[in-house]
Structures are given as C-alpha cells and as structure tokens.
T-cell receptor, first 114, second 114 residues
Framework: GNSVTQMEGPVTLSEEAFLTINCTYTATGYPSLFWYVQYPGEGLQLLLK?????DKGSNKGFEATYRKETTSFHLEKGSVQVSDSAVYFC?????????????FGTGTRLTVIP | DGGITQSPKYLFRKEGQNVTLSCEQN?????MYWYRQDPGQGLRLIYY???????QKGDIAEGYSVSREKKESFPLTVTSAQKNPTAFYLC?????????????FGEGSWLTVV
C-alpha cells in the first residue's frame, strides 16, 4: 500500500546549521510529493511540492528533489533560522484519482536555537 | 482573500454534549476533508467529501458526523459517542483529487472536554 516514512524527531539545530529531514515513500504509480510546515497552534501550510521524478521543489530556502530511484523526497535547507522552528510533514498524493489518495508522514519537529 | 475559515478556534465541550465545528472555504474547491491531530502526533482522516451531498468515512469516523449541503461548507459534529474528543481539528480542501493538486488547510480548531 501507500505510505510515507519520515525521520523521527525532534531535531534540534543551531542557527545557520544545515538541515536535512528524510522522507521516503511507497506508492503505486507516480505520486506527487509535498512538504508542509506547521507552526505552533496553526494549520499546515504548503512549503513545496514536486509532481514528477527529478523535479525539485523549492521555497524560502528549502529544497527537496523527487528521487524515484530511491523513493525519497528529503527536505534540505542550507542555513536554518530560529523562525524555521516548526513541525514538518512529508505527504504523498497517489496517481490514482480519488479524494482519499492523500497520505501524510507523522511529522518531524525542528527546533532552531540561537 | 481566498482561504479556509474554521470556527471557533477554541471550544469546550461538556460530557455528553454534541458540538459542531464550522469549516467554510471560498476557493471553489470540490473536495473537502476533516483531520484530527493529537498533541505531538500526525494527521488522521475523519471524513472527506468529493462533491456536494456526498461524503465518505475516513480512518476514524466513529463518533463524528458531517454534512455537505453546499460546496463551500463542510461542518463536523463531534457527538457524545466520541469518547476522547480532546484534540486539534483541521479542515482542508483542494480543487480536485488529481494527484498534483495541492491541499490547503484552515487554521484549526481546538476542542477540549471539560
């Protein structure tokens, strides 16, 4: 079946450190992949997405590349800021159309300290 | 501005009471969703709807009910049958169920049993 596996958290980094949050998936066909960010007490916001293999999504200094060969969509940022502290969710939307074709990872909490 | 509006932001429920969480979107989206998020946990799907007057159970529908009488509205009722309703509830929507369509979230509603 379809699923998303995220790196266990929490992750604590110093400001300006390099960030990687791992995400791997299992899916039939060719899904679309997403990263969402959730700040404390708020809903999820789309951070970036990629809809086909080798696509790179990017936004606000974050990047993730859709790797079909390794079934991965790892989130990276070269230099994190305190304001990046949040929970990050990797998600998959499978190729088969249907309202229930969304799968979310369990989330990874990032804390950036000054 | 277009978006998803959830209300109330905070709600307290007494034992044995039904409460209704409102979700309204002005994005002209066909598909709408309700998720439950427990502290430090991921998202679990309660109900979803692809079109007006139709909805389907998600993974944890017991103790909840929904209606979809209008395209822009998808209220969630937490009934007294839901034994552990204290959680953060997220409403979401997207244009359609094609894989690449982004899902957008509301700001969430906190429900606490007192």
């Amino acid at each position: 079946g379809n699923s998303v596996t995220q790196m266990e958290g929490p992750v604590t980094l110093s400001e300006e450190a390099f960030l990687t949050i791992n995400c791997t998936y299992t899916a039939t066909g060719y899904p679309s992949l997403f990263w969402y960010v959730q700040y404390p007490g708020e809903g999820l916001q789309l951070l970036l997405k990629a809809t086909k293999a080798d696509d790179k999504g990017s936004n606000k200094g974050f990047e993730a590349t859709y790797r079909k060969e390794t079934t991965s969509f790892h989130l990276e940022k070269g230099s994190v800021q305190v304001s990046d502290s949040a929970v990050y969710f990797c998600a998959l939307s499978e190729a088969q159309t249907g309202a229930n074709n969304l799968f979310f990872g369990t989330g990874t909490r990032l804390t950036v300290i000054p | 501005d277009g978006g998803i509006t959830q209300s109330p932001k905070y709600l307290f429920r007494k034992e044995g009471q039904n409460v209704t969480l409102s979700c309204e979107q002005n994005l002209n989206h066909d598909a709408m969703y309700w998720y439950r998020q427990d502290p430090g946990q991921g998202l679990r799907l309660i109900y979803y709807s692809q079109i007006v007057n139709d909805f389907q159970k998600g993974d944890i529908a017991e103790g909840y009910s929904v209606s979809r009488e209008k395209k822009e509205s998808f209220p969630l009722t937490v009934t007294s049958a839901q034994k552990n309703p204290t959680a953060f509830y997220l409403c979401a929507s997207r244009t359609g169920t094609v894989s690449g369509n982004t899902i957008y979230f509301g700001e969430g509603s906190w429900l606490t049993v007192v």
